[in-house]
């Protein structure tokens, strides 16, 4: 399903489209970091639509025919490929540690784990990060810009879009000669993913008023919160609350306080959204990359 | 008159020890946190009923265990934001009650979705003194990367609070800020308490149930 256009072209013709409507949707945009809510949110039911027909129940299929070693096994293994993109991301970012733990993780687990195929390296100690280009950007000062909903990769913001290409030329199944093997792969390791967040979507569809929002005001948090942990983590400081230097263009990359939030409540205007960096690992699944993050209001899949 | 005072004398006195003794045994929040969570999980992982998806059951544990150590009008005041002091206190009531609703029905949702997870709590950054603190902790799972789950306490009284809760990287309250002020530009608060208590009807029909059901 990923291949239904050319790669390259996903983002540029999102963008396109996105930039078409800044004239005429900055009159009616009501949140400051979603301009385009318009086309997002005809976006955000368009994915919503291939997830309900196609991607949803092939995920369910997955989860309750495949024995579970199978369906680690198959995580483990495209896990470990991104694992050399995320090094590099680890060490552009400047989180050496992070990085070389990245890179014995790939030798160790490419080799002892059989390809992949096992994290031997979690147990090891060497903890699974995700990073991607997008985020090296955000560490390196580039605001978020406004929030994009891409076809079938869903959430996303302007410069993670425009990061992406450089996510593809890193993953490494992107080189897998056989175009056949390769789609097949690209395919499983969609379901997969998707598999591996029907939990999650099920909980979203129960708790969230309007899905579109709730999923977009996660989603920009789960980014800055991502971001500033990994500053945090580059600067080798203890507590460094807020990484204000870097305050462009956005308000979602930067944080207004690390403090817990204020007893009375708070009486911000709407749009300067409050958000809090946070600290800890490095957040799993549903990166703007996966149409996951867009569950469809069907049926639960059974548990 | 002698009677009076030594009454007076014994409560002040029994007041006294009780103080002393829950001062005492004030747990450190991550420890208060770790209690709670350990105690659903084991919960969760050995009832059959809640691993089949028993809506009542699992509201039972919620209630017994969770209720009590959440502050939901604390909550529903930071997600209604500015708001909140525009109603009145008829509707700030309704409203956290719903909204109390709406959480619960989510958490017996994650619940019943406990299978092998493990919990790893990271080292605290508070001073001891701190009435208001984050507790860091994340969810093990065989497959996939661990889930980050932070919480938000205050000190109350001898016990601790929860009033946020971070899951990924996104606080809730801060997640239903945004909801809740569409809601609330369509219909007013009357309109959002009604579309609150709309979906807990929903849910007590039969997301939950739905849910949980095995295959």
Request: cysteine-free; charged content about 25%; aromatic content about 12%.
């Given at each position: 399903m990923k291949t239904a256009v050319h790669p390259a072209l996903r983002p540029v013709l999102a963008l396109g489209v996105a930039?078409?409507?800044?004239g005429c949707a900055s009159t009616t945009a009501q949140n400051p970091v979603d301009p385009f809510e318009k086309f997002n949110r005809s976006m955000f039911t368009f994915n919503d639509k291939v997830d309900q027909y196609a991607l949803k129940p092939a995920a369910t299929?997955?989860?309750?025919?495949?024995?579970s070693f199978v369906q680690t096994g198959v995580y483990n293994f495209f896990g470990n490929l991104g694992d050399v993109w995320t090094a590099a991301n680890n060490l552009l970012q400047g989180r050496v540690e992070d990085g070389v733990s990245d890179v014995m993780r790939f030798a160790v687990n490419s080799t002892f784990g059989i390809g992949g195929l096992i994290d031997v390296g979690s147990d090891a100690g060497l903890q699974k990060?995700?990073?991607?280009?997008?985020?090296?950007l955000g560490v390196w000062g580039v605001g978020s810009g406004p929030y994009v909903v891409l076809p079938l990769l869903g959430p996303s913001t302007v410069r993670d879009s425009v990061a992406l290409p450089l996510d593809w030329k890193g993953d490494l199944w992107r080189y897998v000669d056989p175009v056949n093997v390769r789609n097949t792969g690209i395919g499983l390791r969609v379901i997969d993913m998707r598999a591996g967040v029907l939990d999650a979507s099920n909980l979203i569809e129960d708790a969230a008023l309007d899905r579109?929002?709730?999923i977009r005001d996660a989603y920009l948090q789960r980014r800055a919160s991502k971001i500033s942990s990994n500053r945090e983590r580059g600067a080798g400081s203890g507590y460094r609350p807020l990484p204000d230097e870097e305050d462009l263009d956005t308000k979602t990359d930067n944080g207004s306080s690390l403090n817990t939030a204020p007893a009375a409540p708070s009486v911000e205007?709407?749009?300067?959204k409050n958000l809090q960096p946070e600290k800890g690992t490095a957040a799993p699944a549903a990166s703007g990359k996966q149409p996951a993050s867009s569950p469809a209001p069907s049926e639960n899949p059974a548990k | 008159m002698f009677k009076k005072l030594f009454a007076a004398i014994l409560t002040v006195g029994v007041l006294g020890f009780a103080g002393a003794g829950t001062a005492a045994a004030q747990e450190a929040p991550d420890v208060f946190i770790k209690r709670i969570s350990q105690e659903v999980l084991e919960t969760a992982k050995h009832d059959k009923d809640i691993q089949s998806g028993n809506q009542q059951r699992i509201l039972e544990v919620v209630q017994s265990k969770i209720l009590p150590n959440v502050d939901f009008q604390r909550m529903t005041a930071l997600a209604a934001g500015r708001y909140w002091r525009e109603a009145t206190p008829?509707?700030?009531?309704r409203l956290t009650e719903e909204f109390r609703d709406l959480l619960v029905y989510t958490y017996?949702?994650?619940?019943?979705?406990?299978?092998?997870?493990?919990?790893?709590?990271?080292?605290?950054?508070n001073d001891p003194a701190d009435t208001e603190v984050e507790v860091r902790s994340q969810v093990v799972q065989q497959r996939g990367e661990p889930i980050q789950l932070n919480y938000r306490l205050y000190k109350s009284g001898n016990t601790w609070k929860i009033y946020d809760l971070n899951v990924l990287g996104a606080w809730l309250v801060e997640?239903?800020?945004?909801?809740?002020?569409?809601?609330?530009?369509k219909g007013g608060i009357d309109g959002l308490i009604k579309t609150l208590a709309e979906r807990n009807k929903r849910l007590a029909a039969g997301g939950l149930v739905k849910n949980g059901k095995p295959s």
């Open positions: 930039a078409s409507l800044t299929v997955y989860k309750k025919a495949l024995p990060h995700r990073q991607d280009f997008g985020a090296t579109y929002e709730f205007p709407e749009g300067n | 008829e509707q700030q009531k017996a949702g994650a619940i019943a979705q406990i299978r092998d997870q493990q919990l790893e709590f990271k080292p605290m950054r997640t239903y800020k945004g909801n809740f002020a569409s809601e609330i530009s």
